[in-house]
């Protein structure tokens, strides 16, 4: 910007200085010339007056000194005098300017260039009473006799001019630029600015306000996740380490020969339980940790028959329903949806895993397919526990349970909601959740078809 604005004054100041000498110039010829017509005025005018007292033959006898040319010329244009040609040299002159004018004025004046226009020839003519009009003619430079004449002085002006201009245009644009290098962008202010950068000042106020704000939420963002994973990583370890305890407990009263013969198989059974959540659990933290790795680009996504999908699921879960005396059952219609099939499995199944588990003896799960506009809906309810009011927000959170010790009586990790939370996400996927403590609860489940 500012070499352009430098070159752009240092323009303006060259054109502003070529016009002014071509307008001094054009005004000083123009006023050569009108002095030179008045002097040829003066000289004719004298002459007349010598003619008229002497008639013209003392011109013959008049010593040609000066550049100047007399001529007498009959009204037909016969030359009859010239002061510097021969008379037999002469053409007819009723076709020169001046004369015509004369003739019908009294008076006329004509320029004529020579050739090479470096030569003008300026002419007067008078018409005498005595019926003839005397000639005066007087050679000059022209303008651009002048201007070589004057080139050095001239080139060595422009040349100055120039200097000075760029001289000019320098420190301009220092004086216009210091405001706009003064202000720091990190900084702004409009006050010592000029008023048309004002908006854009205003602008990058504002902007940097904004750009603030942001860093200060980012900022929050990332302490908040900081947060969140120095608690997941404090609830792993808790939870990891409850089953752990009791494992080593059982083996250790099981090596100091604490426990008769007969009840080592219960102890083993315990054992055998706790370590199988402890593998639930490590299960889910590793689908979880892979869900928020956010690298979604690892699963294939295919078109799934999410009616077939819940079938299968219906079939695996129906033993264990049947151990509880629970009814399961899936119905609904053909729908298929875009999908990551191991993820809609998995979600599915903890939804009814859940229904299951948190259910009464002779309750029942119902699983329903169907189409709800743009939508393929699965609602999965059970007349269960259900979940209060309270908690039902919490339900999704990791390692949330509404009662702890029942969750880890039916083998819960309290992960299974929050991989069905960022399992829909990765489906664009809702989901809502309806329940009533010791009536029951209904999930369901909007995928865009
Ligand atoms: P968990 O492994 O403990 O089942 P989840 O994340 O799957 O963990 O569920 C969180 C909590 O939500 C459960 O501990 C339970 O208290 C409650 N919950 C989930 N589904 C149901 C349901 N169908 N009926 C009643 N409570 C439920």
Redesign the pocket.
Known sequence: MRTELTKRIFIACMIVFLMSFGLVLYMLNSYLAKRNLAELQDKALYISSMIEQNSWDFLKNMQNTSNTRTTIIALDGTVLFDSMFPLEQLENHSNRIEFQEALQYGSGSSERYSESLLKKTANYALCLEDNYIIRVSMNQDSIWVLFIQMLSPMLAIIFSMMILSILLAFSSTKKIMLPINKLDPENPDDRNIYDEMKPFVRKLIVQNQQIYHQMEQLQNEHKKQDAIRREFTANVSHELKTPLTSISGFAEIIRDGYVQEKDISHFADNIYKETQRMISLVNDILKLSKLEDGNINIYERESVNLLELCQNIQERLALHAEKKQIAISCEGETIFIIGIPIMLDEIIY??CD??I???FSGGYVKILVKKQDTHAVIEIS?N????PEK?QER??ERF????KS??KE?G???????I?KHGMALHHAKIILE?QENKG?C?KLYFPV
């Open positions: 903890n939804i859940n229904a588990k948190y259910n059970d269960g526990i259900g979940i908690d339900v999704f949330y349970r509404v009662n029942h969750s039916v819960g990790t309290g992960l299974g909601l929050s069905v329940s609860t999930m």
